[in-house]
């Protein structure tokens, strides 16, 4: 069963994370991610990378997790106004 | 003798030639052309500009923009979405490697901040610097910065407000509760404020760019010189554009 849902979520002393996610209710993976909002990332190019990475994935505390922080330290990604546990918990937000 | 950088006041533009030339004066400094740059500029027709990782169609009533003749545009930086309007905006671009810029990105924010924040004291406003983008007066924000750094160069712009108008900004933006609009706009109201606000009258553009200029000149210990672009600035403008911020594929890409 294919679902589609949203997020928006606050991230502590951060900004505003509003996610879309397109994700597969059977395999509980994820289809299709569109991460948006005010926050900053450098280099900015990570988010379309990070979108791409998600696909397949399950949605899964620790293993989004794990695959977000192993992708931000091995670029060397900063992120402002938005983290790792931020990133994660937005996601998993959209779960019905 | 003092190190000069270089400064451009371009007035009013559009929206899109704002973000292009931006983005050219970025391309020139990476490339070693031209020195440090301060620009000073303003929007005409009045625009909103959205933060790079932001949704368009989430965040701006397309259709009052189009009806209003208020354009919209897509920013190289991060960020949230801002109404320019009556306001001043600046940018700065330096190389990365410049030893007067911070490499940590926090810090460098609170630097360039700090020109601004010298330069509202020079027009009687006292004001601080508040992590991770803002400039605020008596709890209010007064200002709204955003950096990225592309090519080994760092680029922040931000505006200085001089007047606000909250109730058309929500006329324009979208929010996610419509419900809860009217108290979203009070509480932006005790939040935000305005050199008009603080000082009780109407002060000249000339008189905050010349406040602001001297901000940077003495913030960064060096001296701002009029100048304007180089040809190849004025190709890339065109050229970015053209092919980017005007473009649909560019605006509406989340």
């Known amino acids: 069963m294919k679902m589609i849902s949203r997020s928006i979520y606050k991230v502590p002393k951060g900004k505003l994370l509003k996610i879309r996610l397109n994700y597969n209710e059977k395999t509980n993976s994820i289809d299709e991610i569109s991460i948006t909002g005010d926050f900053f990332a450098y ?18 505390k620790e293993i989004i997790f794990k695959k977000i922080d192993s992708i931000i330290k091995e670029r060397n990604i900063e992120f402002i106004g938005v983290n790792v546990e931020g990133l994660t918990k937005g996601i998993l937000m959209c779960k019905k | 003798m003092k190190e000069q950088w270089r400064l451009i006041e371009t007035g009013d533009n559009t929206a899109f030639t704002n973000m292009a030339m931006d983005k050219a004066v970025l391309v020139s400094i990476s490339r070693g052309k031209v020195p440090p740059t301060v620009r000073f500029y303003r929007w005409r027709p009045s625009a909103i500009s959205i933060g790079y990782f932001q949704s368009l169609e989430e965040e701006v009533n397309l259709d009052i923009c189009k009806n209003f003749g208020v354009d919209y545009v897509r920013r190289i930086t991060g960020g949230g979405a801002v109404y320019h309007e009556k306001e001043l905006t600046y940018s700065i671009i330096i190389s990365e490697s410049h030893p007067k810029i911070p490499k ?29 983008n803002d400039i605020i007066t008596n709890g209010k924000k007064i200002s709204g910065n955003a950096q990225t750094r592309k090519e080994k160069t760092v680029l922040q712009h931000g505006t200085i407000l001089k ?50 200029k001297s901000g940077f000149e003495k913030e960064f210990n060096i001296e701002l010189v009029k100048g304007t672009f180089t040809e190849e600035e004025e190709e890339l403008t065109k050229k970015f554009e053209k092919e980017c911020f005007s473009t649909n594929n560019w605006n509406h890409r989340r």
């Open chain 2, 163 to 212: 007047d606000v108008n909250i109730e058309k900004m929500f006329f324009l933006l979208r929010v996610p509760n419509e419900k809860i609009k009217d108290k979203l706009i009070a509480d932006v109201k005790e939040r935000v404020t305005s050199i008009k606000h603080v000082l009780e009258k109407e002060i000249s553009f000339e008189e905050i760019s010349t406040a602001i």
């Open chain 2, 104 to 132: 940590n990105i926090m810090e460098s924010y609170r630097i360039i901040c700090g020109a601004l924040i010298k330069g509202l004291k020079n027009l009687g406003i006292e004001s601080t610097y508040v992590p991770i």
């Open chain 1, 43 to 60: 280099p900015e190019e990570i988010i379309d990378f990070l979108e791409n990475e998600l696909k397949g994935t399950l949605l899964d």
